[in-house]
C-alpha cells in the first residue's frame, strides 16, 4: 500500500478558471512518478475535458508509471466526454430520499469523539444545523413549489457553516450566543451564496430565524410552521450516540396513537385514511390487517437495529417497502465478501410454509452445500439461495 502524502505523492486540484495548467502539471508529474491525483468539478471546465481525455490516450501510448492514478469527481454534465467516462470506474453519491435519511447522513458529517468534547450550546446548535440542511436538500424534490431555481446545496455548506460556528463559540467568554451573526453567515454566504432568487433567499432567512435562536438550546419544536398534530422535538445536549438514537427512534411511526386519531368513518368502514395510502407502503389490506402488519414491519426492523451490518439468516421480505432494494443489496454483500461476479450471481427464492426455526436450519445446510460446489474445480456459476417464510 503506498503511503500518501499531501503535494508528494499526492495532488489535489480543485477545477476553475487557471487550474487548468496547474492540473495538467500535476498529471505529468504523476504520470512519470506514480503519485495519485485528484482533480476536483472537473463540469466547470468542459471544453479542457476534451483535453484531458487526448492526454490520458498519450499516457496510455507512452506507458506511464504502473502506481499513477487518477481520479475526477463531477455533478452530471453533457461536457464531460463519453470516452472518458467509459474508461472510468464510476461511483455516484447522491443525498438520500426523505428527510430523515437526509438528516441521518448529515449529522454522520461530523466525527464522533469531537462532537463529544464539543460545548453542549454548539451541540444544540450544530443539530439544528444539520435539520436545517436537510429541509434546504429536501426542498429540492418538489421542483418549482421548493424553490425558484435550483441550487447545488452540499455537504461542503453543512461543514463550512460548522467550522464558523466553532470559530464563533469555542473559547468565546460571551454569554450571549451571536445569532444575527450566526443567521447572516449562514442564510447569506454559506447557503445564501448559492441562492440568487429574493423569494428563495427570504425562505432561508425565515427557516434560519426560526432555528439560529435561544429556544434551540433546549428542547425545541423542529417542525417549523407546522398544522396542529405534526410535531417533532429537538434532543437535548447529550452524546453523539443519544442524537443518533432520537433521529433513528423519535420519529417512528406510533400505530396506537395513530389509531386513536383516526375518523369514525374509518373505523366503520375499515378503511385506511387517504394521507396514510399516499405516504404509506402499497397495500390492499383493510385497516386492522393493515394495522397487524404495520407492528410486524416494525418489530422486524427492530430486531435488525441493534446490529445493522449482521444480515438476519430470516427476513420477510414481503414486510419491507422495497423487497427489490434488499435482494440487490444481499448479491453485492456477497460478491464482496467471497470476490465473485456481480453479473454472474442470482438470488433464487422458494415460496414455502415453516417456521423461522425451520428456515434457519435450511439455509445452515444450503449454504455449507454452495460452499462446497463454489470449492470445487468444475468452476459451477455460483449462486446464493434465500428462502424466505411466506406470511
Known amino acids: 500500500m503506498i503511503g500518501l502524502q499531501a503535494n508528494v505523492n499526492y495532488h ?34 468542459p471544453s479542457w475535458c476534451a483535453i ?26 453533457p461536457g464531460i466526454p463519453i470516452g472518458l467516462l467509459e474508461r472510468s470506474i464510476k461511483l455516484t453519491n447522491e443525498p438520500p430520499q ?24 454548539i451541540k444544540s446548535i450544530l443539530f439544528a444545523l444539520c435539520h436545517f440542511h436537510s429541509l434546504m436538500l429536501e426542498r429540492k424534490k418538489f421542483g418549482p413549489l421548493g424553490y425558484n431555481m435550483k441550487y447545488p446545496f452540499s455537504s461542503g455548506d453543512l461543514r463550512d457553516s460548522a467550522s464558523v460556528l466553532y470559530n464563533y463559540l469555542e473559547g468565546s467568554t460571551a454569554v450571549k450566543i451571536p ?6 453567515i449562514f442564510g447569506e454566504i454559506m447557503y445564501g451564496g448559492h441562492i440568487v432568487d429574493d423569494w428563495d433567499r427570504r425562505m432561508c432567512g425565515k427557516y434560519l430565524s426560526y432555528f439560529m435562536q435561544d429556544d434551540i438550546l433546549d ?17 437535548g445536549p447529550g452524546t453523539h450516540e443519544k442524537y443518533l438514537e432520537h433521529i433513528v427512534r423519535e420519529v417512528r411511526f406510533n400505530v396506537e396513537e395513530a389509531a386513536m386519531n383516526l375518523t369514525e368513518e374509518a373505523l366503520t368502514e375499515e378503511s385506511l385514511p387517504v394521507w396514510w395510502v399516499k405516504l404509506g ?26 446490529d445493522p451490518p449482521a444480515v438476519p439468516k430470516v427476513v420477510d421480505v414481503s414486510k419491507l417497502f422495497n423487497p427489490q432494494s434488499f435482494l440487490t443489496a444481499i448479491k453485492q454483500v ?35 452445500f454452495l460452499m462446497r460446489l463454489m470449492q470445487s474445480p468444475q468452476k459451477l456459476i455460483p449462486f446464493r439461495r434465500q428462502r424466505f417464510i411466506s406470511p
Open 12 to 45: 489535489n486540484v480543485a477545477m476553475g478558471q487557471g487550474q487548468d495548467e496547474i492540473a495538467m502539471q500535476k498529471l505529468e508529474l504523476g504520470s512519470k512518478e506514480g503519485h495519485w491525483v485528484m482533480l476536483q468539478n472537473i463540469h466547470l471546465m
Open 52 to 77: 484531458l481525455e487526448k492526454r490520458l490516450d498519450a499516457f496510455a501510448v507512452e506507458n506511464s508509471n504502473p502506481y499513477f492514478r487518477l481520479f475526477l469527481s463531477a455533478d452530471p454534465s
Open 98 to 121: 426523505g428527510l430523515l435519511a437526509n438528516l441521518r447522513r448529515s449529522f454522520a458529517l461530523f466525527n464522533r469523539e469531537e462532537f463529544d468534547e464539543r460545548d453542549s450550546k
Open 179 to 184: 445569532w444575527e451573526d450566526l443567521r447572516y
Open 219 to 235: 428542547e425545541m419544536e423542529l417542525v417549523p410552521y407546522a398544522a396542529e398534530g405534526l410535531s417533532w422535538k429537538s434532543p
Open 281 to 306: 407502503f402499497p397495500s390492499t389490506r383493510p385497516l386492522r390487517s393493515w394495522l397487524v402488519n404495520l407492528k410486524d414491519r416494525c418489530a422486524q426492523l427492530d430486531d435488525w437495529f441493534p
Open 334 to 368: 456477497c460478491c464482496q465478501n467471497q470476490k465473485l461476479e456481480l453479473d454472474r450471481l442470482h438470488v433464487f427464492t422458494e415460496a414455502g410454509c415453516g417456521s423461522s426455526s425451520d428456515s434457519i436450519a435450511i439455509h445452515d445446510k444450503l449454504t455449507k
